[in-house]
């Protein structure tokens, strides 16, 4: 077993920081839902996330884009927020909250397949293990939540979420590692701020947030300051590591909102949850545990 580089390890500290600040905006996002459509959520979280890129992208050198891959990443940011977004929303309106977490939590093994079909990592009998884990894990902690109505067009759209994050995971590295992280993450989700709007316009118009209550706009701005930092923060890290690495993390998105539900909103620990925080941890440990095997 080889020791993980210093720079991979920050890429896998960065990983986790961004599954959990899924889960916080997960549970932020209910709460901003009451008062606003999803739609007019996602623009607002993403025209916050780029403004608050914005500053710094001035302040650094200036992007040098080839023409030639414009379309693709803004395509790879429309994808990967809007269409990923609208997917999970409409499924989560036909299926139970924890079923839709239950099925999404197939990302990190649709991302390995993904890219072992592209050539642009190996997959290894470790590795499988440790997604495997994962998933059983965050169906271990959702326990009963996973139960209840809906059918399979829900869980299909839902696995069509997790399986347009799997894609942009993969195809992202090739851009990451021609351009810097900042760049790159300001510019898809502009490109996905343009694309809601105009959603937003098409549909009859977009939330006011100027008429909003106080607290769910409080909440809208965080998930859109977050977002901002944990979208680049997450690019940095598919340059740095593997795509499977990176999506792994993603497990603790449900893990989070659960937590965030005991600690906000009185909910009780379970045996479940404790038990699929165990599980989660040891796929985690085994699959990050190998040596990295990628194609570059």
């Known amino acids: 077993m080889t020791a993980l580089a210093g720079s991979e390890r920050l890429a896998l500290a960065a990983a986790a920081l961004v599954g959990v600040q899924v889960?916080?905006?997960?549970?932020?996002s209910r709460y901003a839902l009451l008062v606003t459509d999803p739609v007019s959520l996602a623009f607002m979280r993403y025209a916050i996330g780029v403004l608050s890129l914005l500053p710094f992208v001035l302040a650094g050198p200036r992007p040098n884009f080839a023409g030639r891959d414009l379309l693709p990443m803004a395509a790879l940011g429309i994808v990967q927020f809007a269409f990923l977004i609208l997917l999970l929303n409409v499924g989560l309106t036909l299926i139970p909250a924890g079923r839709a977490a239950?099925?999404?939590?197939a990302f990190p093994l649709l991302t390995m397949l993904l890219a072992a079909a592209l050539r642009r990592e190996r997959m290894t009998a470790r590795k499988t293990a440790g997604v495997g884990l994962t998933m059983l894990g965050v169906a271990i902690a959702l326990g009963d939540r996973v139960r209840g109505g809906g059918?399979?067009?829900g869980?299909?759209?839902v696995f069509a979420a997790a399986f347009c994050g799997a894609l942009c995971s993969v195809l992202y590295r090739p851009y990451l590692?021609?351009?810097?992280?900042?760049?790159?993450a300001a510019f898809a989700m502009t490109a996905t701020v343009a694309f809601l709007a105009v959603a937003g316009v098409l549909r009859g118009g977009l939330t006011n947030p100027l008429q909003m209550p106080a607290?769910?706009?409080?909440?809208?701005?965080?998930i859109g300051l977050s977002s901002g930092l944990a979208y680049f923060v997450?690019?940095?890290?598919?340059?740095?590591?593997?795509?499977?690495?990176?999506?792994?993390?993603?497990a603790l998105a449900?893990?989070?909102?659960?937590?965030?539900?005991?600690?906000?909103?009185g909910e009780t620990v379970t045996a479940y949850f404790l038990a699929g925080l165990a599980t989660v941890a040891a796929g985690l440990v085994i699959a990050l545990g190998g040596n990295v095997a990628t194609t570059r």
Do not use: D, H, I, K
């Open 155 to 157: 869980e299909a759209l």
């Open 177 to 184: 590692q021609r351009y810097a992280a900042l760049p790159v």
């Open 151 to 153: 059918g399979l067009v």
């Open 102 to 105: 239950l099925v999404f939590s």
């Open 23 to 28: 889960g916080a905006a997960t549970v932020a």
């Open 215 to 222: 607290r769910p706009l409080a909440a809208v701005v965080f």
């Open 254 to 265: 449900p893990l989070t909102a659960t937590a965030l539900g005991v600690a906000v909103l």
């Open 234 to 250: 997450l690019l940095w890290a598919y340059a740095r590591t593997t795509p499977t690495r990176v999506a792994m993390f993603q």
